[in-house]
């Protein structure tokens, strides 16, 4: 079964940190992106991709990194992690079709002390 | 920064009632319209989705409505069911654009 699976599933860390979430797709899905969810927000576009090697800005993309290295797998770097960054977050992935919809994972909490 | 505005934040419905949420947009481009479910501890799982060329779309107890004219769009939950209660995001893009923009969610609460 196609599938987005993140890891690790909780993190802690320190201010100032550095802090690397995973995120592989089995989907054979062209785009993958990375969402920040907070209350009252929703889920925001942070970094996505529609292939290896490619970078594209998201709406809030500020202290984060990303890199895609293969089209299953997509990276989302903090290098110096803040107390702002605390949140939930989902990477999903979708097929470079006709708008066709998200495959969301399962989501890493983090936790910026 | 391109919006989709939900409402209400959260909403208890009691079982076998209708749910109704709604949202609102601004972009004109925008022409696909999902509708996502998430539950405590997942991802979100798309639930129902319409383009702007339609005005309704069913899936069993879930229904969507689209008014292009006032840029809305509600879903609407019949019979409610315990198992409903999960966060609901509305979302838009037009489909030349792969970048969803979400709403903020609702929270809904269906009591038995």
């Known amino acids: 079964e196609a599938a987005v699976t993140q890891s690790p599933r909780n993190k802690v860390t320190v201010t100032g940190g550095n802090v690397t979430l995973s995120c592989r797709q089995t989907?054979?899905?062209?785009?993958m992106y990375w969402y920040r969810q907070d209350t009252g927000h929703g889920l925001r576009l942070i970094h996505y991709s529609y292939g290896a090697g490619n970078l594209q800005i998201g709406d809030v993309p500020d202290g984060y990194k990303a890199t895609r290295t293969t089209q299953e797998d997509f990276f989302l770097l903090l290098e110096l992690a803040s107390p702002s960054q605390t949140s939930l977050y989902f990477c999903?992935?979708?097929?470079?079709?006709?708008?066709?919809?998200?495959?969301f994972g399962s989501g890493t909490r983090l936790l910026v002390i | 920064q391109q919006q989709v505005r939900q409402s209400p934040q959260s909403l208890t419905v009691w079982e076998g009632g209708t749910t109704v949420l709604t949202c609102s947009y601004e972009d004109s481009t925008f022409n696909y319209f999902p509708w996502y479910q998430q539950f405590p501890g997942e991802g979100p799982a798309l639930l129902i989705s319409?383009?702007?060329?339609?005005d309704k779309k069913e899936d069993g107890r879930f229904t969507t409505f689209f008014n292009k004219r006032e840029k809305k769009l509600s879903l609407h939950i019949i019979d409610s069911q315990p198992g409903d209660s999960a966060t609901y995001f509305c979302?838009?893009?037009?489909?030349?654009?792969?970048?969803?923009?979400f709403g903020a969610g609702t929270r809904l609460k269906v009591i038995a």
């Open positions: 979302a838009a893009s037009d489909t030349g654009n792969y970048k969803y923009v």
């Open positions: 999903a992935s979708s097929d470079a079709g006709d708008g066709s919809d998200y495959t």
């Open positions: 319409i383009l702007s060329v339609s």
């Open positions: 989907n054979s899905h062209n785009y």
